[in-house]
């Protein structure tokens, strides 16, 4: 089928939506005229390798409602299974063997204020005047990890979905137990039936210094070398850091990351939903944070540079966060999926 196809050009055709299809149609082609398990293996392999090449996707996902209605606007991190990055801070990282969502933005002032109109969060922000002001799409600031775990498990909640993050009656976090369901071992911070969540540090780290073709860069915009410093924008390989007034707004925070994520250097730190030492196995310890701030010096922004802070700290005003999410199957995959068993049970009969 590739007969003649170099691998630049696999790459190109991939993200082609007019070949994804002809792919497709190979595919139960010839799953019709085998019939076996076999080929259905070799398909679903055949679409790991689109998404592993396709170019960023743009996800929009509703919250709330009326005036108090948002979007999140989050990206897909393909190439599942990727080999880890060994040149920065934990080494290895950036290694995740799935397929998966993160905010294309860090999440804003406006997010919060709705959140806490419809779900009565009461989740208080850093008063941003003497940084450039309190507008609603900048990102919301003076957010502690608890806080924003509790923003994440309204997100999941009102949508249907299970909470991502355990806390008794008087707001303390609590490890998720085997006793619960959705309990990971490995994770004792997230249940696994959450759709929406904290980006680990792994999550993190590959949305922003990784890429689809599995180049690692030192800085989160797609580059070895220190971006550009602007105080807003979108320009390619610019970042806010550096001393301007203030963050800039969340979509114009300059350029994006080889993923097509904004603002993951400079702008603001952001939590990640891993304690600093890598295990999430005591609820209080620090998390780790990344990214760097309109502040900062480019230094801050790269592979090598986490940070940690308390979780209950909701006094930085240089601190935010972003969101992750569970990616759901394609409408069509699910078809073509249910295509496959069809044709099989036709040819046993």
């Given at each position: 089928?590739?007969?003649?196809?170099?691998?630049?050009?696999?790459?190109?055709?991939a993200?082609s939506?007019?070949?994804q299809?002809?792919?497709?149609?190979?595919?139960?082609?010839?799953?019709?005229?085998?019939?076996?398990?076999?080929?259905?293996?070799?398909?679903?392999?055949?679409?790991?390798?689109?998404?592993?090449?396709?170019?960023?996707?743009?996800?929009?996902?509703?919250f709330?409602?009326?005036?108090?209605?948002?979007?999140?606007?989050?990206v897909?991190?393909?190439?599942?299974?990727?080999?880890?990055?060994?040149?920065g801070?934990?080494?290895?990282?950036?290694s995740?063997?799935?397929?998966?969502?993160?905010?294309?933005?860090?999440?804003?002032?406006?997010?919060i204020?709705?959140?806490?109109n419809v779900?009565?969060?009461?989740?208080?922000?850093?008063?941003?005047?003497?940084?450039?002001?309190?507008?609603?799409?900048k990102?919301?600031t003076?957010?502690?990890?608890?806080?924003?775990?509790?923003?994440?498990?309204w997100?999941?909640?009102?949508?249907?979905?299970?909470?991502a993050?355990?806390?008794?009656?008087?707001?303390?976090?609590l490890?998720w137990?085997s006793?619960?369901?959705?309990?990971?071992a490995?994770n004792q911070?997230?249940?696994?039936?959450?759709?929406?969540?904290?980006?680990?540090?792994?999550e993190?780290?590959?949305?922003?210094?990784?890429?689809?073709?599995?180049i690692?860069?030192?800085?989160?915009?797609g580059s070895?070398?220190?971006?550009?410093?602007?105080?807003?924008?979108?320009?390619?390989?610019?970042?806010?850091?550096?001393?301007?007034?203030?963050?800039?707004?969340?979509?114009?925070?300059?350029?994006?990351?080889a993923?097509?994520?904004?603002?993951?250097?400079?702008?603001?730190?952001?939590?990640?939903?891993?304690?600093y030492?890598?295990?999430?196995?005591?609820?209080?310890?620090?998390?780790?944070?990344r990214?760097g701030?309109?502040?900062?010096?480019?230094?801050?922004?790269e592979?090598?540079?986490?940070r940690?802070?308390?979780?209950?700290?909701?006094?930085?005003?240089?601190?935010?966060?972003?969101v992750?999410?569970?990616?759901?199957?394609s409408?069509?995959?699910?078809?073509?999926?249910?295509?496959?068993?069809?044709?099989i049970?036709?040819?046993r009969r």
């Amino acid at each position: 089928m590739w007969s003649g196809v170099n691998g630049k050009e696999k790459s190109h055709l991939a993200q082609s939506g007019h070949l994804q299809g002809l792919i497709v149609g190979w595919c139960v082609l010839k799953i019709c005229q085998e019939g076996s398990i076999s080929m259905i293996v070799r398909f679903l392999k055949v679409l790991m390798m689109i998404g592993a090449t396709a170019s960023a996707q743009s996800l929009l996902q509703t919250f709330g409602s009326g005036a108090n209605a948002f979007l999140i606007d989050f990206v897909e991190i393909g190439n599942p299974g990727n080999a880890a990055d060994t040149t920065g801070v934990p080494n290895p990282a950036g290694s995740v063997g799935y397929v998966y969502n993160i905010g294309k933005y860090e999440v804003s002032r406006d997010m919060i204020e709705k959140a806490n109109n419809v779900g009565g969060l009461g989740i208080d922000m850093y008063n941003m005047t003497s940084f450039g002001g309190n507008g609603s799409n900048k990102p919301a600031t003076g957010i502690s990890w608890y806080e924003a775990a509790r923003f994440v498990n309204w997100l999941n909640a009102s949508t249907g979905n299970t909470e991502a993050y355990k806390f008794d009656i008087s707001g303390t976090i609590l490890l998720w137990s085997s006793a619960d369901t959705g309990y990971n071992a490995s994770n004792q911070y997230r249940n696994s039936l959450a759709k929406f969540y904290l980006p680990s540090t792994d999550e993190w780290y590959k949305a922003a210094y990784g890429s689809p073709n599995s180049i690692w860069y030192n800085y989160p915009t797609g580059s070895d070398s220190p971006p550009l410093m602007v105080s807003s924008g979108t320009t390619a390989n610019t970042a806010v850091y550096g001393g301007p007034l203030g963050p800039a707004d969340i979509d114009n925070a300059g350029g994006l990351s080889a993923w097509g994520a904004m603002g993951m250097g400079g702008n603001v730190w952001e939590w990640m939903e891993t304690a600093y030492d890598g295990i999430n196995d005591l609820g209080y310890e620090n998390r780790e944070i990344r990214g760097g701030t309109w502040l900062n010096p480019s230094s801050n922004l790269e592979a090598s540079e986490p940070r940690s802070d308390s979780p209950s700290d909701n006094t930085s005003f240089h601190g935010g966060f972003r969101v992750a999410m569970v990616p759901e199957p394609s409408a069509l995959s699910l078809i073509v999926v249910g295509f496959c068993g069809s044709a099989i049970l036709r040819r046993r009969r």
